[in-house]
């Protein structure tokens, strides 16, 4: 037990520190991992048990949040095939050529695990997407739901060559299982009935990680369960909110699965320079995924974030060759030299995640003649009609302000969200409410609209980096007019006014502000007259 608190310990000594230098804690994590097992550290059951539901509730996250009838779109399930099938390809061509130069780890290597660690190294971190996408708020983002979707393509190819690698055949009561489909009332139910406090978290743990150990029990990949599971669960009305509860659960046993990289085996000189070697690859795998969702009439801004998202190698990757290993199929130093290769390419990618918007303001003329003359629906051009009123984000807060500024200013008030559900609800509410994102600098191309007629805009997205951002777009379009926004700190309210927002708000004390409004001219008229 104290190995394993130190353990933590450490990692969050290096998380941290790695938050200093602009890179994201798991980062730090995994270095710590490395730094642990070079100190004579072990992974213990502990860890590996943090490992296994930390891998297990961000699948079972993911389901949540999954529209089935997304991964039909061609920007998702042809783009990921098409991907892992040239990557794997070109991967299998480089080690190949590796070993005909000369390196001795390249050499001797059979074409049964030359196909291994090629098909390994042609996913992209799920963990570090999802992680990447929900501390920029993005997630619900159309490249995000791609990415996502990308991921969850090559997450249940993954799990395919897990199940067929055990060589184990799903017993017969695996049938059994269909019967979850007609049961997804009563799961809904349970929900409801769960509340919003620790019984609606241990509905989730128990759905999540009790789920995955029924699927084992039938002799199906448990992460597979709770992917399952989750899904059963998506579009419910309490769902997201769900999702927020088991967040940090999720976070804090996904730091078990960094550490336990890092404790998977001892560095050496020869797997240090192989993993920078696989490194190569790494751009090829972004390239790529450029080129083929910007074929896909993505719009280049889409195609950079998504690709970006997925510059690196994966987790389930990692998997995959550990799996090999244990079969006898490849030597057990390569578990190694693709732990550092991950590693190493997640504190690449890192902060070209953190500077992505900049990359694209910088690059937007050369990446743009790489767009198609057809854009998707969702990134068509945008009528905004006549507004004098812009609210970004149309959330409660959002929604709250939008009903308030219609009151005051009539119909000239414009909703502005970035989820295709919720404006098409609020459009049949009446609401002139239209689909787009404040922190896309494409936006302002695509919309036919007069700035210099708008007089206010409101920025009540959850996220204060979003706010932020779309303060800074804002101002770079050379919109004058005024500026709201809302925010959670009081560091985040002094960001915003340093970058132009005239007025910056306070979400917990302005709630609280108008909370009090409100029961003082319901209940005590004499004290607001």
Request: charge should be neutral; glycine fraction near 10%.
């Amino acid at each position: 037990m104290q190995s394993d608190i130190f353990a933590i310990g450490v990692a969050y000594i290096l998380g941290l520190a790695a938050r200093f230098v602009g890179l994201p804690p798991l980062v730090g994590y995994l270095i710590a991992g490395f730094v642990l097992f070079a100190s004579g550290g072990e992974l213990t059951p502990t860890l590996k048990e943090f490992s296994e539901m930390g891998v297990t509730l961000l699948l079972f996250s993911i389901g949540l949040k999954l529209r089935i009838r997304s991964l039909l779109m061609p920007q998702i399930w042809t783009v990921a095939s098409v991907h892992m099938l040239v990557t794997a390809i070109v991967a299998a061509g480089f080690i190949l050529l590796m070993g005909v130069i000369g390196f001795s780890m390249f050499s001797g290597l059979d074409p049964l695990a030359v196909a291994l660690i090629a098909f390994g190294l042609s996913f992209s971190s799920t963990v570090f997407a999802v992680k990447v996408l929900d501390e920029k708020g993005e997630t619900n983002s159309l490249y995000g739901r791609i990415s996502i979707g990308i991921l969850i393509m090559q997450d249940i190819a993954a799990v395919i060559f897990l199940a067929a690698s055990t060589g184990k055949i799903p017993s017969f009561w695996a049938f059994g299982l269909l019967a979850l489909i007609p049961l997804r009332p009563l799961l809904f139910k349970l929900l409801e009935k769960s509340g919003h406090g620790e019984l609606q978290i241990l509905f989730g743990l128990t759905l999540a990680l009790g789920g995955a150990q029924l699927f084992e029990l039938v002799s199906i990949k448990g992460d597979l369960g709770a992917l399952i599971l989750g899904v059963l669960l998506a579009n419910h009305a309490r769902t997201p909110e769900l999702a927020r509860q088991l967040l940090g659960f999720k976070d804090l046993f996904l730091v078990g699965f960094f550490l336990s990289i890092g404790l998977s085996g001892p560095l050496s000189w020869d797997a240090l320079a192989v993993g920078v070697l696989l490194l190569l690859l790494v751009p090829f795998k972004t390239i790529f995924f450029f080129w083929l969702m910007s074929r896909f009439h993505l719009r280049a801004r889409t195609s950079l974030l998504g690709s970006l998202s997925l510059a690196n190698y994966s987790e389930f990757g990692l998997i995959v060759v550990a799996v090999s290993a244990d079969n006898g199929w490849i030597a057990n130093e390569w578990l190694i030299i693709i732990a550092i290769a991950l590693s190493l390419s997640f504190i690449v990618a890192a902060p070209l995640n953190s500077a992505s918007y900049r990359l694209y303001a910088n690059l937007r003329g050369l990446l743009s003649r790489f767009e198609t003359a057809k854009h998707i629906e969702e990134e068509a051009d945008i009528n905004s009609g006549d507004a004098t009123v812009i609210v970004f984000g149309m959330g409660r807060i959002g929604s709250g302000a939008y009903h308030v500024f219609r009151q005051r200013v009539g119909e000239q008030v414009l909703g502005v969200d970035y989820d295709e559900v919720k404006v098409r609800k609020l459009r049949e509410k009446g609401l002139n409410v239209i689909r787009g994102s404040a922190t896309d600098p494409d936006f302002w191309s695509r919309i036919n609209m007069n700035l210099a007629s708008v007089k206010l805009i409101v920025l009540a997205m959850p996220n204060a980096q979003e706010n932020l951002f779309a303060a800074r777009q804002l101002k770079a379009v050379g919109y004058s007019g005024k500026v709201a926004g809302v925010a959670r700190y009081a560091d985040e309210i002094e960001a915003l006014k340093q970058v132009g927002v005239h007025a910056a708000y306070n979400l917990y004390a302005e709630a609280g502000a108008g909370f009090a409004e409100h029961v003082c001219s319901e209940l005590l008229p004499e004290a607001v007259s």
